[in-house]
């Protein structure tokens, strides 16, 4: 049985959420104390969070920016903000999706078993599978790493599945329309700011790995991974 945790300061959502969720065979777990939400998280253990914006004490991307210090579970945001640069900051901490409040509950339902059969399901199992590159990058998809020699980082599942298409068409042009596909299912919708943020995420694991200018941006046509990169140290 999945874990959903919901950190949902307003608890008459929260509890509808729950019932709601519930009715599908998901066990979940709504946080009471927002200071302790990462003890939580690690007490639960959940499969994906449910993560409000407008918290008390700490907001929600302080919470999500320390559960991907330890987790790399899908994180799926819900507020009422629904302002492009709410969305982008997100993102950038590490959110896999971006729910607007008010939301049919139908959808809600959808995109969490979207990210949990993309994550745990029979397609991430199956269809992922450690693929090396160039120089020495290997891709574990399944453990969701990246390495170079000894250096090693980790990844949520939305960047190894850009870098994954990537180099599976290394050197090759990969349309923005064939990383959407292999990302987000159709009944997702999902803007071309999202797939900017996480390309530029993406850059920004390879730098980590003292690894430059190999995801190259080919305008009105896509993305290219070279392997003749700079590289440092």
Same mark, same amino acid.
């Given at each position: ?25 998901? =066990? ?6 927002? +200071? &302790?939400?990462?003890?939580?998280? %690690?007490? *639960?253990?959940?499969?994906?969070? !449910? ?34 640069? =709410? ?6 901490? +590490? &959110?896999?999706?971006?729910?607007? %409040?008010? *939301?049919?509950?139908?959808?809600? !339902? ?110 009105g046509k896509g993305y290219r991974l ?8």
């Open positions: 049985m999945f874990r959903i945790l919901i950190v949902e300061d307003d608890p008459k959502l929260a509890i509808l959420l729950e019932n709601y969720i519930q009715k599908y065979d998901f =066990e979940t777990f709504s946080i009471k104390d927002f +200071g &302790a939400v990462l003890e939580d998280f %690690k007490r *639960f253990s959940p499969h994906l969070v !449910l993560m409000d914006i407008n918290l008390p004490k700490f907001d929600g991307y302080y919470w999500c920016g320390h559960i991907r210090d330890i987790s790399t579970c899908p994180i799926l945001f819900i507020s009422a903000r629904n302002g492009r640069m =709410e969305q982008v900051m997100a993102m950038e901490k +590490g &959110a896999d999706d971006f729910i607007t %409040k008010p *939301f049919d509950y139908e959808i809600i !339902l959808a995109k969490i078993k979207s990210q949990l059969r993309r994550t745990y399901g029979s397609y991430a199992s199956n269809h992922y599978k450690s693929k090396q590159l160039f120089n020495g990058l290997t891709l574990d998809v399944d453990r969701l790493l990246l390495y170079l020699g000894a250096r090693k980082i980790e990844l949520n599942h939305t960047e190894a599945k850009i870098l994954d298409k990537l180099i599976r068409k290394a050197e090759c042009v990969v349309s923005r329309e064939q990383l959407l596909e292999s990302i987000w299912d159709d009944e997702v919708f999902v803007d071309d700011n999202t797939l900017n943020v996480y390309m530029t995420r993406v850059r920004k694991k390879l730098s980590k790995l003292h690894i430059h200018d190999a995801l190259i941006t080919e305008r070279i392997s003749n990169w700079e590289r440092e140290g």
